[in-house]
């Protein structure tokens, strides 16, 4: 593996599941290929029933495609049963034997993983204060909260200290506190050189935590990117902030805007471009005002995502031919 690398290499995806007695086959994967490059952290986007989750069993060998292949750093074939403990993954819904304690369960993953004794102890006990669980370590696993497992899930994922994370929405079914620190474990991952594959619904999570982005629309992939690379450096409008001038509103002789309205004792100004925020800026200098702000406001991801995403809604998969 060369230093920034690809540590995951998916090509050509296809998947096709029967669905009914007649065996008609509905498409999940159409041609899916993308690569994660090694420290990348990257985010995997989609509505429910594109396929993320089919793709990530693919991809940890959970389930197998019809055509298409997964290298993982850089290896194929028998060498992944080695690369398997270089990598880290928590399911969707993961199983627990849930009459073993969340320190019985990390001693058996650990045990599986090929780790020693003590080395298994000393990380678990480890995982456990980091996802917040410290204090329920002794506790059965059928006495957890839906959070509590989840965080379990992600101890799991962490334990044998793996260079690929491969997380399939980890941050769905935990408080607003208990997404912080998962936002704060993949930016510590990251920190540490360690590859972060994650599927999620919390846009603003992959805002604040992805190098690029992959965006697949039932099976397809629809875009790949930086986020601000699908954002694009487009301005949407720019608002301007004035003191109410003394003289009353606006009349209308104003140069051209999109919206006009009264914040508490200002008024706010969304314009196109800068040659209307600066005529803005003149006519009400003009009228004694003063400039408070001026923003300029790029879109959003959530927009570039609902937009593109517009009039595919649905799960459904596709008929398969
Ligand atoms: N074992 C299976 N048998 C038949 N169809 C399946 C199977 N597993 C998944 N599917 C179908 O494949 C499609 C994609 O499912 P998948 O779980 O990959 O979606 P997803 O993107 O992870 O959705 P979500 O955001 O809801 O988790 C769905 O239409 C689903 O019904
Ligand atoms: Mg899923």
């Not at 990598?87 to 627990?96: H, K, L, S, V």
């Not at 919390?202 to 397809?220: K, M």
């Not at 601000?228 to 051209?256: H, K, R, T, W």
């Amino acid at each position: 593996m060369t230093p920034g690398g690809a540590i995951i290499e998916v090509e050509n995806l296809r998947k096709s599941y029967a669905t009914d007695f007649w065996k008609k086959r509905t498409r999940v994967l159409d041609d899916v290929s993308f690569s994660v490059g090694e420290n990348e952290v990257v985010g995997f986007l989609g509505a429910n029933g594109a396929g993320k989750t089919t793709t990530i069993k693919i991809i940890n060998r959970l389930a197998f495609p019809d055509s298409g292949t997964v290298r993982l750093f850089g290896e194929d074939g028998v060498a992944r049963f080695a690369s398997r403990r270089r990598i880290g993954f928590m399911p969707e819904q993961p199983y627990f034997y849930e009459y073993l304690t969340g320190m019985e369960f990390l001693g058996l993953c650990g045990r599986l993983n090929g780790m020693g004794g003590r080395e298994t102890r000393r990380r678990a006990v480890a995982m456990m204060e980091r996802v917040g669980l410290a204090a329920a370590g002794g506790m059965a696993i059928r006495k957890y909260s839906k959070g509590m497992m989840q965080r379990l899930g992600l101890a799991q994922a962490l334990l044998h200290d793996p260079e690929l994370v491969v997380l399939d929405e980890p941050m769905s079914g935990l408080d607003p506190m208990g997404r912080m620190d998962v936002r704060a474990i993949i930016s510590e991952l990251k920190s540490a050189g360690k590859t972060v594959f994650f599927s999620t619904h919390i846009i603003s999570d992959v805002e604040a935590l992805c190098d690029r982005v992959i965006l697949l629309d039932r099976g397809r992939k629809l875009a790949e990117g930086t986020v601000a690379g699908l954002v694009g450096n487009e301005v949407q409008f720019i608002e301007l902030v004035f003191s109410s001038p003394p003289g009353g509103e606006a009349g209308p002789d104003m140069p051209p805007c999109i919206r006009f309205s009264r914040a508490a004792d200002d008024l706010v100004v969304r314009v196109r471009n800068v040659d209307d925020a600066n005529l803005w800026i003149a006519k009400m200098g003009g009228r004694g005002s003063k400039l408070r702000s001026m923003t300029q406001v790029k879109p959003k991801l959530e927009e570039i995502y609902v937009e593109r995403l517009s009039g595919t809604a649905g799960g459904e998969g596709r008929d398969a031919s």
